[in-house]
Each structure stands twice: as C-alpha cells, then as structure tokens.
C-alpha cells in the first residue's frame, strides 16, 4: 500500500493492496480505481498540477493514470519483463521518471510516449570497481535540490551515490554498516538523512562524506552496561524545514524491542522536543504535506497523513499537541466485523441533520479545529434530491447510521447495544457456556423512520427496542423473557382441532387473547437454573442515557429445559399499532411494547389449528435434542453457515426437491389418517369432507388453499388460462404425511417463521372494513393471517389488552416466504400506518397534551371504479402471486426460479410506479412490475460466491441496493435508467485548473553560489537522439484504454467539426451561387437599361428642347 499528494491540486491517491486505488479530495470527492490485474499498488507518483498519476504494481508494470475526466482512466502501460520494480521517483516539472529496480539498476521513462531512454545506470557502474559485494535493490532515488542535475540513488545494502546525469559518473559513494530503508533532502541540498535497519538516523554533509555528520538513535536508551538498546528499524524518515521555527523530523517506527506488545507509533522530532503518537493498526505508510511543491524551497510543512492498515489518520503539526483532523472520509466500516445491513432511500429528510446533530455531540474531542487539509476537486449533488441512509450492525452489538446520500459514506451516529446488559465475566454466563464469542452480534434490525422507534434482534436470542429523544433521560431498562419452545408429542391432524387452544371457543365470534401463553416477566420453573433464564442479564439499575436512541424494552428468549433458545429468524413492528412481532423455527411472538406485555406466544404448529396443511408425526425426545443442539447459538464464524442453513438446507437440496418430487414422495409415503382436500374458490361446505367441513361448524375462518401442484377430486380452479396448465400438469395430492426420511423430519418439523409484516388487512372474507392484521410466513410456504383489535382510544389503549382474533387465510407457496407487500385497487403502494413521532422525554406542556398522533393508510381509502378491497403481494425463494382481498382470489402468479432460489425480495418504488426487486443465488437482479408480475428486468450479475453477500444483499426504493462485498467495504449498484444517466453529473471533479505557483526568487548571491541549477536540460540527455533507444526485450508499452477511449472521443469530435465545417461549407457554396446567379441577373439588367440609355440619347440627340 502507498500514498502520494498533490500539493496543488490538493488531492491524496491511495494504493492498496488489491491493486485498487482510492482518490481523495474534499467531502464528497472520493473516487475508487481498480487496476485490471489486480496486483498490489506499491508506489504512487502524481504528475503535479498536471492531472495525471503514475502507479507501480507488484507485477512490474506502471500505468499512467488521466485524473482529468470524471472516471479516471488508464492512458498507456508499461511492462517490464526481466527486473523488478523497486522504487520510483518523478521530479516536479519534469517528464521523465526515474525507475529503480531489484537488480540495482535505475532506468529512465519518458511519461508523454511511455517508453523506456536509452539512458541507464548501471549499478555496476554506480559503486566502486572494487566493490566485491552486490549493493542490493534500489530503495532510494531523488533529484538534489541544489542541482537537478544530481541523483542521489539508495542501495538497500548501505550504500548511497550521486550519480552526475551529465557527466555520466559518480560524484561520490557512501558505504555504510547497515541497511538503508528511506532518505530525505534538506531543502538546502547540502545534507540529507537516511534511516536505517537498527533504528538509528544518520545525517550526511555533502562537504564531507566519509562519514555521517550525526547519528542518533531517538529511542535506543543507554543500559547499564554502556550498550544502546536494540531498536526496529526505522522504515522511512522526512526532514522537513520550516520558516518560523526548527525543522521537523518524522518518522515510524525505530521504537525498542524489549517492550512487548507496544503499539506502532510515529514519531515527531520538532527542536529538542519529541512526541510519539501511538497507532491502533500497523503503519503502512506516511506523507508530510507541505506549502510548496518545490523541494528548493523552505517546505513549511503542516500535516502528516498516515496511512493504517484499517484507517487513514491526519496530524495537525501547526499545533504543539498535534492534534488530529476529524476524517470526512470513512476508511473502515468494520470496528467491529459487519453482521446485518439495511437501506433506506427516500427516508425523511430530517433525519439525516438529527441524526448528525445528536452524533456530532457523543464524538471524541481534541480533534483539530482547522479545516480538513485535504481539499481538491469540486463535487455537486446534481439532481440527486432524495436522502438516503444506510445502517450496519456489527458483531460487538454495535450499531452505526450512515448518511449514503452522495457517493461517500458519513458516519451520523453510533448506537452500543451492549450498555444495556450486564458485561459478562470470562468464562461465565451462558453465552460464555454456548462457546459464543461474540454475545451481543446484531443479527437483523428493523426501523421506522417517521416515528423513530428502532429495533436490534441480537444473536443471544434478545431484542432491544429504542425511543428516540433530543433529552438525556434517567431510565429503568424494563425486560421482558418469552418462553418459546416447541415440542409437539402426537400426531397433528386437521381432525383435532378440539385440542387446539389457538382458536375461540365454538360459538364465539369474536377474537380471543390467548391468557395461557404469554408468560410473566419472572416465571420460573423448579427444574433447577438452566431451565427459564436468558441469556444475557439486562442491568438493573438506573441508568442515565444520552440523547440519541434510549432503550425502552428489551425482550428475551428463555432457556428450556438445558436447551438454549433458537435464534430469532423474522421481526416486525408497527408503532401506530404499539405491537412488535418476532418468531423463530419454534413459534411465534407478539409484544405489546406500550403496556409492556406479551399477548401472543403460540409455536408455529398451534397457529394453524385445524387449517394445518400438513400432517405430523411424533419427534423422538433424543432427536429432538440432538437437533437442538445442533441448531443451538454458534460462535460468529458459524454465523452465516447457520443463516444459510435456516434460507434452505442447501442449494443442492433446493435444486433436486422440485414440487413434482415433493409430491410424489409424499404420495409414496401416505398415512391412513392422511385426507385429500378439494380445492374451491368459494369453500363450499356443501362438497368438503367431513374433516373440513367440521372446521365451518367451528366457526373458524374459511380455509383457503392454493397450490399450484394441486389438482384435487373437487372442482377445478377458476384461474388464468396461464395457470390452468401449469396446475392441470400435476397430478399428485396436496395431503402430505410424515416420512420416515430425515430431509422430512429436517424440513418441516422445525417449520420457522421467516417473514412478519404488520398491516390494514381483510382477516376474512366477509369482512367490509380493513382491520389491523399480522401477516405471518413461514418456511413452509405457508401464508397465515392473523387478525388483531386494538383499542382505538389513547386511553384505552393504554389501559385494555390487544386482542387477537383466530387465523385468517391460508395460502400456499413454493419455497420460503420471504416478502409481503401490500397495493391498492390502482396498483398504489399501501403504505404500513405509524404514529407520528413524539419526545418522551420533552417537558409537558399543559396547554397541548402529548397524545399520539398515528397515520393510517386504509386500503378503504382508495375506493374508485376498481372497487373496494387491496391487493396484497406475497413472494416466496421460489415463486410470487398477488392475491385480492378480501375475496383471497390469486390473480396472478409467476414462478421466479426453478434452477435457483431467491435470497432477498423487497417491494421498492420506482420511477413513480412500484415493482418487486428479487435477489437470486444464482446471482440474477430481477423485477417483476406489480400488480401483473411481468418479468422486467433479468441480470446475471453477481454469483452467490460468500454467504456474506446473502446475508447482507437488500433492495430499496429508487432502484439502489448494496451488499458486502468484503469484510471492509460495501458495494452499492443501481439499476435504474434515471440513476445511471445521472451518474456521470454525481461523480465528483479530480481536476480543477489551478495555476501552477511560482518559484521564490533565489537571490543572486545564492543563485551564483548554488550552482547551475536551472539549466540542466533532461531532453538534451534521456531522449533518443542523446541516449538512443532501450531494449525492446526490457520492456514491453501497452496502450491502456483510457487513451482509446479518448483518441475515439478526439476522433468524434474531429470528425463532428469535420462534419460541420462541411455542412457550413456547403451553404457557403449555396449561398455564394445565389449571389452569383443575383449579379448575372444584375449585369444583364445593367446592360439593358446601358443599351436603352444609349439607344433614347441618340434619338433625343439632335432634338431641341420644344420638341420635347
């Protein structure tokens, strides 16, 4: 890795070392190139003032970068074949680089044409014939500020020459006992330094060169028996001077070896003074940045950019406690390894300034007050108006908001999830028995940004909701623990439906609270300590929080008979409801977050009742155990294994397991009790065997299922001619039952919860009005609807408990479900209600009492000719259907995949139209339009290669998504028209004119006494007619194709003015032969009017004036 600065136009270039370079300017000018080879950058070479970059990579190939067009491009290449490049150096103004390689040979080439001089140094003729022993590589090359006639070349062995350009030799060479790493010129020419492998510097005077002037070793101590202490070595020094006070000498490393573990650090060596500035990462690189790009001239320097392996750090040295700049930039994303991502585009605009305010006031202080120094380029918004945020949790339970509205990341504010537990002792606590490194991981989050209210499922199976609130409050944490296991003993059928408490009473009509399921905050059972407790313990004092995000409830998984919770695999909350929603592969929650409570806790089995589609057989106690174990809480190197486990078994199964197979396996493997069940639009109760028909008699919701393998002894299903064949191709039963077969017993006995979605809804069909209901899928494919009454009042809601009413529809899918979305009548999109955001902590104001304030969108508000009712969007890792309610009639379907599966699908707005956006992990970005599921958009773009990518991939509004694309960086891709025409307006400016400064005059006694420094002519010496022409074997040029691209842009705007110039040309021609055509007419008209004239004066010639 490697930097380099330009002075004047202010911008800093960053290498890494997957042959990526990052240009940085001022906020919002940050541009990322990618070297097509992929070889580490080792050495960086601004062309100054000229827009231009010159990059070394480890493959021995330099490029030459144009910085003047908004995508930098590669103009030419330069290959070499038989050395390797060591060093490089370019002098201000100049055009000719000077190459250093491994053999010791310094070569010379020419930018403009990138072609190898005939003009070589030798490293055989650089050291002294005597010289028995190899000089090593080449680690050093400057020009001497005094003449640029003189290169100082740095041997890796210890040995330092000026080599005299012009004269062709050596001026003179020093040997030294160790091994060089770095030198640097005063600006006066007359010394320099150079750092070494024992941790010492050495300052030479070019008067006398036998040997150093001063040796110094800044912290190798004397010991008590008179030996200096071993140092590391010091990797690079800058001796740099300044005006107003003593010259500065920088360097890293150099420190002690008998400290272990002692950071890496950079020292500052100003006077007499020295201060050591201790690192969290490893050094990789330093720069001083400096007034002038002259290196004649008094440097002045005033900050040191240091480059880490994991950040970027600025030090002010205008100030005697070199503070360090605050960094626009973010140069790593991962403090903390990246668990979980969300995005979220067109969010309100005020919160992105919040957010920032609030951060800014929990930030570290002691930064410097200047302006960040690094400040090229010029970068617009463009038409790009929307805001957009972006939210990273992180393995140490972290959480970090992101201002994602330009091309850059800023980092608003940061959120420690971890202050609201206990810190665990090492080697106690139940996440310390689980082998669970990382206790406090975010595993998902979920946020509204109108009322403000966000929430954090970790991986210790905990939930953590947040109020935000401009107060720092003093607040008790309240906790709440939900026992949530499930361990079914009998076969399920839809027979039994007596012994399922999920429903009301026969009789009832009205919804039902389930008293026996939610559990109190402190039930315990006898059954000893690791029965009934959480993982974590939340703190259970007073605490005083910040303004910011303040924890109001925090919701637990309990352990359950010495088996720890399963993790939480889908959340959802809704603030104009209070309600919070949340399952596992055991069962599902929902939370009444106002009152504190938990008025549903059901397993996944009980939410079907006697609707259960499925047939199911007895676990072994001992399997189940084993199983559980085996799904237990893992370390985070197992994280995203397990969530790819919970998305499918594996790719392979998914693949193989088509609905035909399914089917005819299920078919094979039929119980007795195992019933067959015709399919109706209408569920007449009239054709229903006596099982299903039991279920109407109960007074339970109508039992609407819809396969597309169906094809049941009832009647055939009233669908699109599109469908009709795809059903009428199956020819197996919907029943299935129980097989013996562990892919069974692996697939649906842990039948997980994998999407929830609160929203205005029909329950059931004969509904009129929209209700508030829980949309709940599963793993199975299954579509439940849960219907909810909450009490409207604010006081009754305060007070009266929610209720939730028996399950609605049943719907079929292929695959998981994985997105519900919901559309009125005219295809609009129906937004989720929220309440109005409102300041807990605000001082009461008598006059206007805080109530809250919600917002609803009712599907009942969008009555027009289409009719009452919405369409609700259900889309699965296989397929996607729209269905109407409330009449629950499937109007259109469209199977997604057969070959893959879909990992992520979002309901997103675009272009004032709404569509379904469908990440597959075949790597295909599809989306389908909404409400007709016509496919519009199929890219193969990127293959599932990293379940990090799985794990991370969402969709937003506006056609933008991202993903992690590695542990450090996110990737975001737009596939929409409009984003990709403004692009090219939203990408910042590298290069901006600037007049290049001029050189202070010398003086006349220093420039007769400073040598002939402005003379030296480097054409006259490196250009072919001097030096003659390289090695064709040396090198190989290859043209990059920045400079195709813009000989073509040349070319078409030479033949476009070609073009005009013709044109123009041509109506010249016109309208000159007009005028040509005009005097024709015009000299025969003369000549007329001459021959009449002539003619009447020769009549009238000898007539007398009264004859007239």
Known sequence: MSLAFDPVQKILAIGSRSGGVRILGRPGVDCYCQHESGAAVLQLQFLINEGALVTACADDTLHLWNLRQRRPAVLHSLKFNRERITFCHLPFQSKWLYVGTERGNTHIVNIESFILSGYVIMWNKAIELSTKTHPGPVVHLSDSPKDEGKLLIGFEGGTIVQWDLRAKKADFRIYYDEAIHSASWHHEGKQFMCSHSDGSLTLWNLRNTTKPFQVTFPHGKIQKDGRKESCKPILKVEYKTSRSSEPFVIFSGGLSYDKAGRRPALTIMHGKAITVLEMDHPIVEFMVLCETPYNNEVQDPYAVVVLLEKDLIVVDLTQSNFPVFENPYPMDIHESPVTCTAYFADCPPDMIPILYSIGAKNKKTG??????????????????????????????????????????????????????????????????????????????????????????????????????????????????????????????????NENNPCFSEPGSHSPQ???????????????????????????????????????????????????????????????????????????????????????????????????????????????????????????????????????????????????????????KSKSPTSVHYPTSLHNDPRILPEPVASLRASHCSPVFYLLDNVKGPGRKLSLPTDLKTDLESRENSFSRSRSSSVSSIDRDTKEAITTLQFGESYGRKSDALPTPCLWVGTSLGVVILIPLSIPTDHEERMEDPVTVGPSGAVQMLKGSVLRFGFLDCNGALIQSPYEVWRDLNAPEDPDRPRRRKLVHFSPSSSQDAFGEGHLAIVCSERQAKVFLMPSQSCLFVHNITESSFVLRADVISLCNSVCLACFCANGHVMTLSLPSLRPLMDVNYLPLTDMRIARTFCFTNEGQALYLSSPTEIQRITYSQEMCDNLQEMLGELFTPIETPEAQNRGFLKGFFGGNAHTFDREELFGEAAAGKASRSLAQHIPGQGGVEGMKVAASGVVGELARARIALDERGQRLGELEDRTALMMTSAETFSKHAHELMLKCKDKKWYQF
């Open 367 to 496: 930064y410097s007050h200047k302006e960040w120094p690094i400040g090229g380029g010029t970068w617009t918004l463009g038409s790009h108006t929307y805001s957009e945020i972006i939210i990273t949790g992180h393995a140490d339970g972290s959480i970090k908001f992101w201002d994602a509205s330009a091309f850059t990341l800023q980092m608003l504010y940061k959120l420690k999830t971890s202050k609201v537990f206990e810190k665990p002792k090492q080697g106690e606590g139940r996440a310390a028995e689980l082998g669970e490194e990382d206790p406090f991981a975010v595993q998902m989050v979920s946020w509204c940004p109108h009322s403000r209210i966000f929430c954090v499922v970790g991986i210790s199976a905990h939930i953590i909701l947040y109020r935000f609130s401009k107060y720092d409050a003093n607040t008790q944490i309240v906790s709440l623990e939900v026992r949530l296991q499930c361990e079914p003993e009998d076969i399920i059928t839809p027979s039994e």
């Open 513 to 667: 609270p389930h008293h026996q399921y939610p559990l109190s905050p402190d039930s315990r059972t006898p059954d000893g300590a690791r029965d009934s407790i959480p993982c974590l313990k939340v703190k259970d004092k007073t605490v005083r929080v910040p303004p910011g995000y303040q924890s109001d409830l925090v919701i637990q998984l309990l352990w359950v008979d010495g088996e720890p919770p399963q993790q939480i695999t889908s959340l959802d909350l809704n603030s104009a409801y209070g309600l919070l929603a949340f399952g596992n592969c055991n069962g599902l929650a929902v939370v009444d977050y106002l009152q504190k409570t938990v008025i549903l806790c059901i397993s996944t089995l009980d939410l079907y009742g006697a609707t259960d589609p499925y047939q199911r057989l007895t676990r072994s106690p001992r399997r189940n155990r084993q199983s559980t174990s085996e799904h237990c809480m893992r370390g985070l190197s197992n994280f995203y294994s397990d969530s790819k486990k919970r998305i499918r078994t594996s790719y392979q199964s998914l693949t193989e397991l088509t609905d035909n197979q399914q089917s005819i396996d299920m078919e």
